[in-house]
Nanobody, 123 residues
Framework: QVQLVESGGGLVQVGGSLRLSCTASGRIFSINAMGWFRQAPGKEREFVAAINWSGSSTYYTDSVKGRFTISGDNAKNTVYLQMNGLKPEDTAVYYC????????????????WGQGTQVTVSS
């Protein structure tokens, strides 16, 4: 089994920055891609960003392009989401996810999920 643990959430003002981290443990050799999703109150969970394990390909939802950056550190089994220029509409619980399949990005099923970390952007 795989365990994913997120950290780095918190309260930030509009225009501020946060960096989320997601550390994987367990059968990490089964993971080929990692993603970040978010769920705002009363809304469905949505895709935010993804990266394949080699780091050669990244994907973003349109609303975060140019503001968020996903990256990985294989030596630490950790994926990051650097969030700059935060907006109130970025407020949500952010979830890290991993998948066994080779392809990253939206539209694919993810097999492993973290417990989530709250990000709140105040205006």
């Amino acid at each position: 089994q795989v365990q994913l643990v997120e950290s780095g959430g918190g309260l930030v003002q509009v225009g501020g920055s946060l960096r989320l981290s997601c550390t994987a443990s367990g059968r990490i050799f089964s993971i080929n891609a990692m993603g970040w999703f978010r769920q705002a109150p009363g809304k469905e969970r949505e895709f935010v960003a993804a990266i394949n394990w080699s780091g050669s390909s990244t994907y973003y939802t349109d609303s975060v392009k140019g503001r968020f950056t996903i990256s990985g550190d294989n030596a630490k089994n950790t994926v990051y989401l650097q969030m700059n220029g935060l907006k109130p509409e970025d407020t949500a619980v952010y979830y890290c996810a991993g998948r066994r399949g080779l392809r990253a990005g939206p539209g694919y099923d993810y097999d492993y999920w973290g417990q989530g970390t709250q990000v709140t952007v105040s205006s």
